[in-house]
């Protein structure tokens, strides 16, 4: 049950119809958005709501789907109905036009039936008939006129409408000419049609001049259209085999129409399929606006909501360019009924209306504006009282109107009911009003029905807090600023802070302080207390905010220190490598100069000089080897302490860097795109040319030279026209470059196509932990032809 019958109204959701219908292609989806339909059956729901996120994807995907020529023909098809009627060209082509979209539409179904299910199960039901689409597509040219060739005769009747035509033209072009030469026409003047006839302008003073029949006149009179009479019997012949053309075309329209008539229902069919796949397409791009995803199910009843936007104020803020604030909501078996309390102007309302419209949105099937880890379950009965509902026709005042509104609620409000009461209690004097409202709460609270309710009223502030199944909850309130939040926190009852408003607007101390010993010592100082409270919990949330953004920084400072130890520790192992192998060519080389040198002195036999030079030899081999595998690069170093701004290296290391902060006896350095923190004692002082010289010789000691490869990389990557095999590699090679290189921002051009390189790139990307974000770029500057990336 929906109460009350303008609920959509109160809720907003009349404005989302009026969006969907805008985003529709044609009437054959707006006939279904008007059949939207609050719905209680968990699979409808989840069909409905499967359908819409498959088309977001296929929208968001760039997938080429037919976007065109969605027309409502079902006109058309009633006249087909009738015995020997037939349609014009014009509707026949309009036909032909709804043909090739559905064809499209279910090529396109039977390619992806594994992507989307839900989808290719509207085509199932659908009967085609191949034969007829190309029956008739093979009569109509591109214009939507029967081609020349639709039929022997009608090809041959409008070659002989040419022929006589080009002959007539001939004949009245010889004729005009001596009447323009003899003065009786006006000036540049062509032959023109009267009346379906070839006629001349000729000047009304000489009519009489020039035999023929005369079809009309300028509208100064001063110029008559005159059929000259050696032309009468050829314009004759023209309009005779024009007839004969009309005849011809109707024959082939009826018999066309004819194949048609047993196809009616087929078409219907597909007309309807036409019309769900234009209102799922809206929803889709409605979806894709607001931000809605499909969420989960609650298994148990209640829902939990985080991150939940009103819809259209959502889309009015993002015009503007603003951000709403989120809600987090929900209610579960212990916490039935949720009572919201606040200042005015504070989101009470708006959080009200949100939950009501997020939650008629979904029953009906529509994507919602909320984060993907909320949880949804369905209502069979949804009551609203919302606004003032004061009638003069029924004498009501608006406390009447809410109170029927209460007795209507009371008597129908179950266990599988949401109600959302909005101002409860107003509209009287506080005090009775209080105390109905309370005790409607009271029955509402024993109905085991789920709600949210937002008033003023301390004494359901109070009841709400002592009551099983009921909590309270408040919208957030700057005391320090007078600002409302718009953030609602549950578990605790809001201030009105109708003294600190009053203060602000300017009311007099005297006022305030006259108001303050009416309400009573007691009211005053618990909503004050109140007060306090929800001030002292913002400076502590903001003081929360902080430390996370600090420890956020923290988390992203050891991740870069844990990431430079790793890249020196394996430059280290390189290295080491390095000196290995060549040390073992080295050692090989010396030990088969000592064989020779050995074996020389044997076939010397022991000759003195031949012993003499053989030993030489042998001590410049091992002082060459000594000299390569022990020398040990000189290190220009530099007295002094160091401080920040100096050049340093780490002691044993090749690593050199420059000092930003000293804390103690930590230091952090620069290396590079990198910073890292390193004790002070194991730093040594080097000079700026010895940093430079480092720089300039990692191309040879690391087998990488930075300065290079920043001067030489490029932000964007073009791989438009690379195959599927070669992305992949290419695209490692450049995210290395670019990680190293310490990039912000990447562009990669793979253009639109079939979409198949910009999934390829997205899907591989998407395992890079470095990387922030990835998006469409600018529709100005190429769009979803380009990936733009974020690096972290």
């Known amino acids: 049950m929906l109460y009350p019958q303008n609920l959509e109204e109160k809720l907003g959701f009349d404005k989302i119809r009026a969006v969907l219908l805008e985003k529709c292609e044609s009437n054959l989806g707006a006939q279904f958005v008007s059949k939207i339909k609050y719905a209680t059956d968990r699979n409808s729901i989840d069909k409905w709501l499967e359908q819409t996120h498959e088309f977001t994807r296929i929208i968001q995907s760039g997938e080429l789907f037919p976007n065109a020529n969605?027309?409502?023909?079902?006109?058309?098809?009633?006249?087909?109905?009738?015995?020997?009627?037939?349609?014009?060209?014009?509707?026949?082509?309009?036909?032909?036009?709804?043909?090739?979209?559905?064809?499209?539409?279910?090529?396109?179904?039977?390619?992806?039936?594994?992507?989307?299910?839900?989808?290719?199960?509207?085509?199932?039901?659908?009967?085609?008939?191949?034969?007829?689409?190309?029956?008739?597509?093979?009569?109509?040219?591109?214009?939507?006129?029967?081609?020349?060739?639709?039929?022997?005769?009608?090809?041959?009747?409008?070659?002989?409408?040419?022929?006589?035509?080009?002959?007539?033209?001939?004949?009245?072009?010889g004729i005009l000419r001596r009447a323009q030469k003899d003065g009786f026409?006006?000036?540049?003047?062509?032959?023109?049609?009267?009346?379906?006839?070839?006629?001349?302008?000729?000047?009304?003073?000489?009519?009489?001049?020039?035999?023929?029949?005369?079809?009309?006149?300028?509208?100064?009179?001063?110029?008559?259209?005159?059929?000259?009479?050696?032309?009468?019997?050829?314009?004759?012949?023209?309009?005779?085999?024009?007839?004969?053309?009309?005849?011809?075309?109707?024959?082939?329209?009826?018999?066309?129409?004819?194949?048609?008539?047993?196809?009616?229902?087929n078409l219907s069919g597909i007309m309807k399929f036409l019309g769900i796949i234009d209102f799922i397409r809206a929803k889709a791009r409605f979806a894709i606006d607001i931000d809605g995803i499909?969420?989960?199910?609650?298994?148990?009843?209640?829902?939990?909501?985080?991150?939940?936007?009103?819809?259209?104020?959502?889309?009015?803020?993002?015009?503007?360019?603003?951000?709403?604030?989120?809600?987090?909501?929900?209610?579960?078996a212990e916490k039935r009924i949720l009572v919201i309390s606040g200042p005015n102007a504070g989101g009470k309302s708006v959080c009200l209306k949100t939950v009501g419209l997020l939650q008629y949105m979904f029953q009906c099937g529509l994507l919602v504006s909320v984060n993907e880890t909320s949880r949804f379950t369905i209502y069979k009965d949804l009551f609203i009282d919302i606004g003032d509902e004061q009638s003069i026709e029924n004498d009501l005042s608006t406390y009447s109107s809410h109170l029927v509104n209460m007795k209507n609620l009371l008597g129908h409000v179950n266990k599988g009911s949401l109600f959302l009461i909005d101002e409860f209690g107003t509209g009287t004097e506080p005090q009775f009003g209080g105390a109905i409202a309370e005790a409607i709460l009271d029955e509402l609270r024993s109905s085991k029905g789920m709600g949210v309710i937002t008033t003023h009223y301390g004494n359901l502030k109070e009841y709400a807090d002592k009551q099983q199944g009921l909590v309270n909850g408040a919208m957030k309130y700057d005391l320090?600023?007078?600002?409302?939040?718009?953030?609602?926190?549950?578990?605790?009852?809001?201030?009105?802070?109708?003294?600190?408003?009053?203060?602000?607007?300017?009311?007099?101390?005297?006022?305030?302080?006259?108001?303050?010993?009416?309400?009573?010592?007691?009211?005053?100082?618990?909503?004050?207390?109140?007060?306090?409270?929800?001030?002292?919990?913002?400076?502590?949330?903001?003081?929360?905010?902080?430390?996370?953004?600090?420890?956020?920084e923290l988390d992203e400072l050891t991740t870069q220190y844990a990431e430079?130890?790793?890249?020196?520790?394996?430059?280290?192992?390189?290295?080491?490598?390095?000196?290995?192998?060549?040390?073992?060519?080295?050692?090989?080389?010396?030990?088969?100069?000592?064989?020779?040198?050995?074996?020389?002195i044997k076939e010397a036999q022991a000759d003195k000089e031949r012993v003499k030079q053989a030993r030489e030899s042998l001590e410049a081999a091992k002082k060459k080897t000594k000299i390569t595998s022990q020398e040990k690069e000189v290190v220009q170093t530099e007295s002094g302490a160091i401080e920040v701004g100096s050049y340093v290296r780490i002691k044993g290391q090749e690593t050199t860097g420059k000092v930003i902060s000293i804390k103690g006896k930590d230091v952090e350095l620069s290396i590079g795109a990198l910073t890292s923190m390193v004790k002070l004692n194991r730093l040594e002082k080097i000079t700026r040319k010895e940093t430079r010289e480092k720089a300039n010789s990692l191309s040879v000691k690391g087998g990488v030279s930075l300065n290079d490869k920043m001067a030489n990389f490029s932000q964007k990557l073009d791989i438009r026209g690379y195959r599927a095999e070669e992305v992949i590699p290419k695209l490692e090679q450049y995210m290395d470059e670019a990680i190293l290189l310490g990039f912000n921002e990447l562009h990669i051009l793979h253009g639109k196509g079939n979409g198949v390189l910009r999934q390829i790139v997205r899907t591989h990307l998407s395992s890079y932990k470095e990387i922030a974000q990835m998006k469409d770029e600018h529709v100005d500057r190429g769009g979803a032809g380009i990936t733009v990336i974020t690096m972290r």
């Not at 959502?314 to 909501?329: A, D, E, M, R």
């Open 185 to 265: 026409t006006p000036d540049d003047v062509s032959i023109t049609i009267r009346e379906g006839r070839m006629v001349i302008p000729v000047l009304a003073e000489y009519k009489r001049r020039v035999r023929g029949f005369v079809h009309g006149e300028s509208a100064t009179g001063q110029t008559v259209y005159l059929e000259p009479s050696e032309v009468l019997e050829i314009n004759n012949e023209v309009r005779e085999l024009q007839y004969a053309e009309k005849r011809e075309v109707i024959r082939i329209l009826t018999a066309l129409t004819d194949e048609v008539r047993p196809e009616l229902e």
């Open 294 to 332: 499909k969420p989960l199910w609650s298994e148990m009843k209640g829902f939990s909501w985080q991150e939940a936007r009103h819809p259209s104020l959502y889309l009015s803020f993002k015009k503007l360019g603003k951000k709403v604030v989120p809600l987090n909501i929900s209610l579960d």
């Open 480 to 552: 320090k600023n007078l600002q409302p939040i718009y953030q609602l926190e549950i578990g605790k009852p809001g201030s009105s802070f109708a003294l600190e408003i009053a203060r602000k607007i300017g009311l007099s101390n005297q006022t305030i302080e006259y108001a303050k010993s009416k309400v009573g010592v007691k009211q005053v100082s618990v909503d004050q207390l109140l007060g306090q409270l929800e001030s002292q919990q913002y400076e502590v949330e903001k003081a929360e905010k902080r430390v996370k953004a600090k420890e956020k």
């Open 564 to 600: 430079l130890k790793s890249h020196l520790e394996n430059q280290e192992k390189k290295i080491l490598n390095s000196a290995k192998r060549e040390a073992k060519v080295l050692l090989d080389s010396a030990n088969k100069e000592v064989e020779r040198v050995i074996r020389e």
């Open 70 to 173: 969605y027309i409502d023909v079902s006109s058309h098809l009633k006249k087909v109905q009738m015995e020997n009627s037939f349609l014009l060209e014009e509707e026949f082509f309009d036909l032909l036009l709804v043909f090739k979209t559905a064809d499209q539409c279910l090529s396109f179904f039977s390619q992806k039936r594994e992507d989307y299910p839900e989808l290719v199960q509207l085509t199932h039901p659908l009967l085609w008939n191949d034969e007829l689409l190309w029956s008739i597509d093979r009569k109509f040219d591109e214009r939507g006129r029967l081609k020349d060739n639709a039929s022997a005769l009608l090809a041959d009747i409008r070659k002989g409408i040419n022929t006589e035509q080009q002959r007539l033209r001939k004949v009245l072009d």
